[in-house]
């Protein structure tokens, strides 16, 4: 009453008083005098009161006694106005609080007073009202005084009364809690009294405050008078009803929980008095049966009373849920009454109001909770939660099983302890349904037992029927279908409530958890013990709750199952369903989130089952170790539960059929709406709570597995499922209904493996191994036929893998290795198509997914991405491998440029096809190669460029396809051009890596490996690249061999200067001679047999139709290209260490291909000899070789200076062939090396040649028709060599090496040609010409001479070998030399197509020979060597042959250039000989001379007949010169020239100059031959040689007597002939020849008589005077002739004559002389 302390307030409570006052004196003025006065006084009293008292309010509640009096006497007047005034003013006065406790009492005695006679009795109920409500005056035996008349009233006759009154006891019981609840409240702050524990004296209640005691009296008595007792403080009640007793009861203890929680002796009370009286009360229902027995039992009570049960229920309610932790025991028994009273045989409205009882418990998840941990987790107690739950299974069942009849015989008695076990009806009774059709109200329907579904409640609240029928008092009835649907309800709440119940803690706990290891894991060292505290607990806290959800669940978890599987069974309605499923999903996830494998499994199992057409044969469903449930019972913690298979005549409507997955499907299947609407709950399970799905994820995609197969949903790309065409024929039927659902379903379905990226790792492998799972059934399914094989579990693990981009690590392995391991292998094409597929998508997608970190800086990841590609290789079906090159060239095509570290992954996949893979597969990697290569060389780390070397030659070794390998020989040159242009970037990034790996290597204490270590890497690249090229350079197939040689040999060439200059040896070695031995070895091995044609219609030039021939080709090729590299890079090589062992190894491959038995490699070797001996000359086109050319590459010349090796090595920049060509120049660099080593390789390659020489030119021991014998081109070459290599070797060239060369050249002029090469050979038979052979040896000798000529002292000894030799091949002249025992024939007589050997015409060559000896000797006359060599002697006597041979000559130029040649030679030679007379070293030539002369001058060959006037003329005239030399050159010197030398020139000057007689005229006229010229000249000779006037030493007088002897007797001769001749003639004239002779003979006699007279008397010797006077008389006979010219000179010669006449002097005298 706010505001009645105002000062307003209380003058108008002083005014109203009066006022009240006034009018009750008024009218008790007549009646009741006592009264009247009593009321004026009281005015008094009230006026003195507020004129002395400050505190008003206070002193009229101390005098309240008196101020009441007036009114209480008025009460006493029982008139009803007084009465009513009274009461008014009374009212007022509590409502002011001025009413003492005294007062109180006596206006409670009034009241009292008025009620026992029914007076005012609504006045009066309203009064006891507000003096309770006011304050507290009110206590004890007044208060109970005042209760007591309200409940007097209560029980008046008059309705209205009774009602009032029952609101008024009501509300006065709640006052009194009211007033103890604020009473503690004040004294909160006052620490109470301990309570003495276990206190059992129910009257003691000292230790309770004032308030609190009138409560606690309050409550005993309500529980006296319920129990029928008589109260022990509410004196004076003479009635009450058990009704309204518990309705008092139940309001107290709904109100004012925590009176009896607080206090001790309240909750003995509710231990003592309440339970017990309820437990009492509920007999008669616990006890009864229906229908057991049905006589009337003289005890009503016995019998179950609706008002009382329906009360008891309110207030167990109220029990459990407010003191439930004070009443643990009492509970038990109340839950097992609550569980008891479900039962099939109690009454209807017993069963009803326990189910709405239960449900209030249901919707408090706390509470159960409760229970839980105290019943449930104790061990010898009960199991009330997990019996309540059961209860309502079984209840629910028993309403369906209950027949309609309500036959008691076969009431199931599930849920009771004792019962033995379920009684389960037949599993397929097979009752139809009412009505046949599809139920129009919402309805449960089980095997004919049809129940409506009625709406009762608002969910999670339980808004009971008939736990609110306080009003009535007989059982209502209870409409079908109300019981299952409350109980269908406290199912739903119950899943609701606990769910969210534990789902909400366990989130709190997560959080807390979190927030736990944060504030753990912060730094700071003060607060870590606190937090490691707060964790401990915690994490105990944790575990405790933790242990109840479990036990929650695990005790609710199977009663729950077993009705919901039954009423999803039985739902004909869409929302209950929906309900139903939602539930069942809820606990399957929370059985997910709690880790209890198998409930989860067993709900969602429920929901599978569900899925799928009934009795579908899913071995998932049935044989998963997940507890499976099939018409199985349960048996949990000794309590059994049954379980309801679905019965297969649900009615509901068809939506669907299609064929089941199997491997024999049989018939179809049919899927209904409600199929359908399970498959969305699974659907959603999945999406929402895929993460607490672990295993089960296997039965639920077996089951969504299923159903899209059934559906007919086939993969798309990206592995999302969409409606397909009914793959197997028209077996899938859809409805339209369905249809218009299925895109949803397969969005759904997509969805779900969407929301997979949201799981945590452990659920994303579980279901990644779900599917590897399902995928291996359904190729199991799949094996061994070719139908169409259910491709779900691969499309979805795509799915999956593309949505989990982001952690696509967690997940790679098992995904990529599932589907490389065993769908890509799998025999059924289709299976595998997707399995590549699947593969190549996710690999594909997660090179283009933006990671973070960005792949570029995760190689670890990308390398993970990549090797299943790489792994892919391992599979041989080629559409696999297919897939995986078509998938590498798009990788290439979008990623080429960032693969980085991947590229070795992608290059292996190109490198692992096989030779044997076929074309198409071969064709694709070496596309992906190509644009490799062609775009993405720069872009890779170099370290993989060795890596495209490899796969490029391995293309090259493939040989499906020629063009393939061909062009991958033209990639390899790409490749290098590469390298070439980026060497500086390359070279620095690989040393950069190398020194990493060198690092790593040593952190790890290992060796590095790599090939050709010690190489630096950019070099080790090289090496690599022309390793690969070495290899091809030896395939099987000529033109790879033939492209890869000529690749090689450029790279080497033009990009050799890169290399590091040690890397040289590698190159050389390794490489080089690696690959010259192996092609050497196929060359000689190689087969002969003649090959038909080149495969396909290719025809083989007959060059080249064997094996032989076309290694033949690739040897050639091969020695030609590391020839040109030692020549053009011998700068580089030689100051490598073992330069002149590879130069040893080079000359030995030259010397085999030269000796092989081909001439197309043996020239070939020699070319390249030529050209490491750097002589080989530009070839120009007109005198290129027959053979087919060498690949000619032009070497790029350094640009820059050459530098040692190091990184600052000058690279060449060659863009491109047109440029290097411009470059190429002769300037070599300039070599610069010791010459020692020089000299040595020289030599090297002087042996090297001999070897050749000799061995090539030996001839063989026999001869046929296949004997080889070398070519001229071969030979040519191989003797051209020789200059070039003598200016290297001149230094230490010896007469041994002389010796040797000389037999070479001798050996291979001797070599025959074959008779059909002889006219390339040779322009014409006729024209005397030197082959290019024969020049060549000449030129070697030439090179030598003139070598000598300028050379130390030392060389020039070999001047008469060098003629030796000449001389040996002059004599070729007249005889050609032998070829070992072959037969050769005149080149004149060979046959052109015949296998003859033709010798070859020498004459030139011979001819040729003795002018350079000629030449020679003119300017080596003198040498000493030559002197005492006797050269002069040797040339004199190889003249002699042709010279004495004379016409009979093959050819008549070779005497006569003999003849001219012996002239110069002897005009040279003789001073010298006369020179060295004394020494003898001449004197074996003057025989040999002479012999000459007499051979020559006299020869006995006949000339030939047809020889002309004019020739022999000629001839006759060289006879002549000869005489004219010995006239000049010998015999003035006849005083140096042995005598009988001269002898032998006399005679033969004699024999000359004496014409034979003829003895007949034939003879005559042959002698017009007769040599008059040559015959005057010797005669004259002889003359010239009898004038002796110079005569300065004995030697030259005895030649001048000698010839004076000869002379005369020659003129004796001459004129005996003549004379006897010309006797003979007679008249005929004789020949002119003689008539000549004769006259000369004459002129020269007269000279001689002059000379004679002349010359001083003691030179001439006396027999000359003796012969000239014998002369005389043959003279005078002469006179005789009749030739007038003969007269003529007769006189002149007779005239002289006359100094002899003396007269004869004394003989003494005569004597001496």
């Known amino acids: 009453m706010s505001g009645t302390n105002s000062p307003e307030a209380v003058k108008k409570l002083l005014e109203n008083m009066q006022s009240d006052l006034r009018a009750l004196s008024l009218e008790c003025k007549k009646k009741f005098p006592p009264v009247k006065e009593a009321a004026e006084s009281g005015i008094i009293k009230v006026k003195t009161i507020a004129a002395r008292n400050t505190e008003i309010l206070a002193a009229l509640k101390e005098n309240s006694s008196e101020v009441v009096q007036p009114f209480l006497m008025g009460c006493g007047t029982k008139e009803p106005k007084i009465t009513q005034l009274c009461l008014a003013a009374i009212q007022r006065l509590m409502s002011h609080e001025v009413v003492s ?148 009861l139940e309001s107290v203890l709904n109100d004012f929980p925590q009176v009896f929680l607080q206090h001790q002796e309240f909750s003995f009370l509710l231990k003592e008095r309440v339970c017990p009286l309820v437990i009492k009360l509920f007999s008669p229902n616990i006890k009864f049966r229906q229908g057991s027995s049905t006589s009337s039992s003289p005890a009503p009570v016995e019998k179950p009373y609706f008002p009382i049960c329906m009360r008891l229920l309110r207030v167990v309610s109220v029990l459990i849920k407010q003191f439930y932790s004070l009443l643990v025991t009492e509970c038990e028994i109340f839950l097992s009454l609550l569980v008891k009273f479900l039962d099939a045989d109690k009454p209807q409205w017993l069963r009803a109001v326990a189910v709405e009882s239960i449900h209030r418990l249901c919707v408090q998840p706390q509470l159960l909770r409760s229970f839980c941990q105290s019943y449930d987790m104790k061990q010898h107690s009960t199991k009330v939660f997990r019996d309540i739950v059961n209860a309502l299974g079984s209840f629910i069942q028993s309403l369906f099983l209950v027949p309609p009849t309500g036959n008691p015989a076969t009431a199931n008695q599930a849920g009771n302890n004792n019962s033995s076990g379920p009684v389960s009806a037949p599993a397929n009774s097979g009752m139809v349904g009412i009505g046949g059709g599809v139920t129009l109200l919402p309805a449960f329907e089980y095997r004919g037992t049809w129940i409506p579904i009625l709406s009762i409640t608002v969910q999670g609240s339980a ?184 019965s297969s005549e649900s009615h509901q409507q068809v939506v669907a059929v299609g064929q089941p997955l199997a491997v024999q499907p049989q018939g179809t299947v049919m899927l209904t709406s409600k199929n359908i609407q399970c498959m969305r709950t699974l659907l959603n399970l999945a999406h929402c709570h895929g993460a607490v799905l672990g295993t089960s994820w296997q039965l639920v995609l077996a089951t969504l597995q299923h159903l899209v197969w059934i559906l007919g949903l086939k993969p798309s790309s990206g592995g999302a499922l969409k409606p397909g065409r009914a793959v197997e024929g028209p077996s899938t039927v859809l409805t339209t209904a369905v249809m218009t659902d299925l895109p949803v379903i397969s969005n759904i379905l997509s969805r779900l493996f969407e929301s997979s990226q949201y799981l945590d790792d452990v659920s994303l492998h579980h279901l990644i191994n779900a599917l590897c799972s399902l995928s291996l059934e359904a190729m199991d399914m799949a094996y061994g036929n070719n139908k169409e094989p259910s491709l779900f579990a691969v499309a979805k693990l795509l799915e999956t893998g593309l949505v989990n981009m982001h952690r696509i690590e967690i997940l790679w392995r098992p995904l990529t290795g599932h589907l490389l391991e065993k769908v890509c292998q799998h025999p059924n094409s289709r299976m595998r198509e997707w399995g590549a597929e699947a593969l190549t998508s996710l690999i594909k997608a997660g090179l283009t997914f933006t990671h973070e970190p960005p792949l570029s800086q995760n190689q670890r990841l990308q390398l993970l991405l990549l090797n299943p590609l790489k792994e892919m290789s391992n599979i041989n079906h080629p559409d696999i491998r297919l897939k995986q090159l078509e998938c590498v060239l798009q990788i290439l095509q979008s990623q080429g440029d960032s693969l980085g570290p991947g590229w070795p992954l992608v290059l292996g996949v190109m490198g692992a096809i096989r030779n044997d893979q076929g074309e198409s597969l071969i064709r694709t990697a070496f596309q992906c190669l190509q644009l490799v290569v062609t775009d993405f060389l720069p872009t890779m780390p170099c370290t993989c460029l060795q890596i495209v070397v490899d796969v490029a030659g391995s293309f090259g070794l493939h040989n499906q396809e020629l063009n393939i390998s061909l062009t991958s020989i033209g990639l390899l040159w790409n490749i290098s051009d ?113 090959i038909e044609s080149g495969g396909g219609n290719i025809l083989i030039h007959h060059s080249r139709d064997t094996a032989e021939k076309q290694w033949a080709e690739t040897w050639v090729l091969t020695l030609a290209g590391v020839a040109r590299i030692f020549n053009t890079r011998r700068y580089l090589l030689q100051p490598l260490g073992d330069f002149s062992r590879a130069w040893d190894v080079l000359l030995d491959h030259i010397q085999s291909a030269a000796l092989s038995k081909n001439n197309e490699v043996s020239l070939a070797a020699l070319k390249s000899f030529q050209e490491i001996l750097q002589i080989v000359s530009p070839v120009r086109d007109s005198d290129k070789p027959e053979t087919p050319p060498v690949v000619n590459v032009p070497v790029p010349v350094l640009i820059g200076s050459i530098s040692g090796p190091g990184l600052n090595r000058p690279f060449l920049r060659t863009d491109s062939i047109g440029e290097r060509l411009g470059r190429y120049s002769s300037s070599e660099p300039p070599i610069v090396t010791d010459e020692l080593e020089d000299s040595n390789l020289w030599w090297a390659a002087w042996n090297t040649w001999y070897r050749i020489g000799s061995e090539s030119t030996k001839p063989p021991i026999t001869f046929d028709k296949l004997t080889f014998i070398p070519s001229q081109p071969f030979l040519t070459a191989l003797i051209q060599i020789f200059p070039a290599l003598y200016q290297h070797i001149k230094t230490g060239f010896n007469m041994d090496d002389l010796q040797k060369l000389g037999v070479i050249l001798h050996s291979a002029v001797s070599v025959p040609i074959s008779s059909d090469a002889s006219p390339f050979i040779l322009p014409s038979y006729t024209e005397a010409v030197l082959t290019s052979l024969q020049e060549a040896v000449l030129t070697a000798l030439d090179v030598l001479q003139k070598a000598i000529c300028v050379g130390p002292d030392n060389m020039q000894i070999m001047y008469p070998a060098i003629f030796d030799q000449l001389l040996a091949f002059v004599e070729f002249s007249c005889k050609p030399p032998q070829y070992g025992q072959l037969e050769t024939k005149h080149i004149a007589n060979a046959k052109y197509n015949q296998a003859e050997w033709v010798a070859l015409n020498y004459v030139p060559f011979a001819e040729r020979s003795l002018e350079v000896v000629v030449d020679l000797y003119q300017k080596t006359a003198c040498h000493k060597a030559v002197v005492n060599e006797k050269v002069l002697q040797n040339i004199i006597k190889t003249l002699r042959v042709p010279l004495s041979l004379k016409y009979s000559c093959p050819s008549e130029s070779t005497w006569k250039l003999a003849v001219s040649s012996l002239l110069k030679v002897l005009s040279i030679g003789l001073p010298v000989a006369r020179q060295h007379a004394a020494s003898g070293k001449f004197d074996s030539m003057w025989p040999e001379l002479a012999n000459t002369f007499e051979d020559f001058l006299f020869t006995k060959s006949i000339p030939p007949d047809n020889l002309s006037i004019q020739e022999f003329q000629r001839n006759e005239s060289i006879d002549v010169e000869v005489v004219q030399l010995i006239s000049t050159e010998i015999l003035p010197y006849a005083n140096f020239i042995p005598k009988e030398f001269v002898g032998q020139i006399m005679t033969m000057l004699n024999k000359g100059s004496i014409h034979s007689q003829s003895s007949s005229f034939t003879e005559a006229e042959i002698d017009i031959r007769l040599r008059e010229e040559f015959s005057k000249m010797c005669f004259e000779t002889l003359l010239q040689f009898s004038f002796s006037n110079k005569v300065t030493t004995p030697q030259e007088g005895y030649i001048s007597r000698m010839a004076l002897s000869v002379l005369l007797k020659r003129s004796q001769d001459v004129l005996h002939r003549y004379i006897e001749d010309e006797r003979l003639s007679g008249k005929c004239p004789l020949p002119r020849q003689q008539v000549t002779e004769i006259i000369f003979v004459l002129k020269a006699v007269s000279t001689l008589i002059d000379s004679l007279k002349k010359t001083q008397p003691e030179n001439v010797d006396g027999n000359t005077w003796a012969q000239v006077i014998a002369l005389y008389p043959t003279l005078v006979e002469c006179i005789t002739c009749s030739s007038s010219e003969v007269c003529s000179a007769l006189k002149e010669a007779l005239v002289p004559f006359k100094d002899f006449m003396q007269p004869p002097a004394s003989k003494v005298q005569n004597g001496e002389s």
């Open 463 to 646: 808004k009971a029927t008939y736990l609110e029928m306080l009003d009535k008092v007989e059982p209502p009835t209870i409409p079908e279908g109300y019981a299952m649907s409350v109980a269908f309800h406290c199912l739903l709440d119950l899943v609701r409530g606990i769910t969210s119940m534990i789902e909400g803690e366990l989130g709190e706990a997560e959080t807390e958890d979190h927030t736990i290891t944060e504030e753990a894991s912060s730094p700071t060292q003060s607060s870590e013990q606190q937090d490691l505290q707060s964790t401990s607990d915690q994490v105990d806290k944790e575990t405790v709750s933790r242990a109840v959800w479990e036990e929650m669940v695990n005790a609710c978890w199977c009663g729950l199952l077993a009705a919901l599987s039954l009423l999803l069974d039985a739902s004909t309605d869409e929302a209950a369903t929906e309900n139903i499923l939602k539930a069942e999903l809820t606990m399957a996830a929370l059985c997910g989130r709690l880790g209890l494998v198998t409930s989860r499994d067993a709900f969602i199992t429920a929901i599978c089952k569900g899925s799928l057409p009934p009795h579908y044969a899913l071995t998932v469903l049935n044989a998963t170790t997940a507890a499976t449930l099939s018409n199985k019972s349960y048996s949990i913690q000794g309590q059994s539960v049954m379980m309801i298979s679905p």
């Open 978 to 1090: 590469y390298f070439f242009q980026r060497g500086e970037t390359i070279e620095k990034e690989l040393n950069r890596e190398e020194a990493a790996q060198q690092k790593q290597a040593e952190e790890k204490g290992v060796a590095l490996h790599r090939p050709f270590h010690p190489a630096p890497p950019f070099d080790c690249l090289w090496l690599c690249l022309y390793a690969k090229l070495g290899e091809l350079c030896v395939d099987p197939r000529p033109a790879v061999r033939k492209s890869a040689g000529q690749t090689l040999f450029s790279t080497v060439g033009a990009h050799g200067t890169l290399l590091q200059h040690s890397t040289w040896h590698t190159v050389i070695w390794k490489v080089l001679f690696h690959l010259l031995d192996r092609v050497r070895e196929s060359s000689t091995t190689a087969d002969k047999e003649k």
């Open 101 to 248: 406790e005294t007062a109180a009492g006596n206006i409670i005695n009034m009241l009292w007073q008025l009620m026992e006679n029914s007076l005012e009795e609504l006045k009066l109920l309203q009064t006891v009202l507000v003096l309770l409500t006011t304050n507290t005056v009110v206590h004890d035996e007044a208060l109970s005084k005042a209760i007591v008349l309200c409940f007097r009233l209560h029980f008046t006759k008059d309705n209205i009364t009774n009602n009032t009154a029952a609101a008024t006891v009501r509300q006065v019981v709640t006052v009194v809690f009211e007033r103890m609840v604020a009473e503690d409240e004040r004294h909160k702050d006052i620490q109470p009294p301990v309570l003495v524990q276990g206190n059992s004296n129910r009257r003691s209640v000292s230790t309770l405050k004032p308030c609190a005691k009138d409560a606690y009296m309050l409550f005993q008595d309500l529980c006296q008078l319920v129990n029928a007792d008589a109260p022990y403080w509410l004196v004076g009640m003479t009635e009450m009803t058990r009704t309204f007793g518990l309705e008092l």
